[in-house]
């Protein structure tokens, strides 16, 4: 069901009300850690979310997956 895709994908993960908000934690993050992170929008819940950059081979498989 949807919800339980929405609570496997963003169950655990910080939900940040706007963007701005996501971007100044993606830059802490990365700042203490020493990595890469961004923010984006979560389609299942609607809140942003900060996490790691997709690769490009990742991205290209989406837009596949997506395509089809």
Not at 25 to 48: D, I, K, L, T, V
């Amino acid at each position: 069901s949807k919800r339980h895709i929405r609570r496997q994908q963003c169950g655990k993960k910080v939900h940040h009300p706007s963007l701005e908000d996501a971007q100044l934690e993606a830059w802490h993050m990365g700042a203490s850690r020493g990595e890469r992170f961004q923010a984006y929008h979560c389609p299942n819940c609607g809140s942003f979310h900060v996490g790691h950059p997709q690769s490009r081979l990742q991205r290209k498989r989406r837009a596949e997956f997506v395509g089809t």
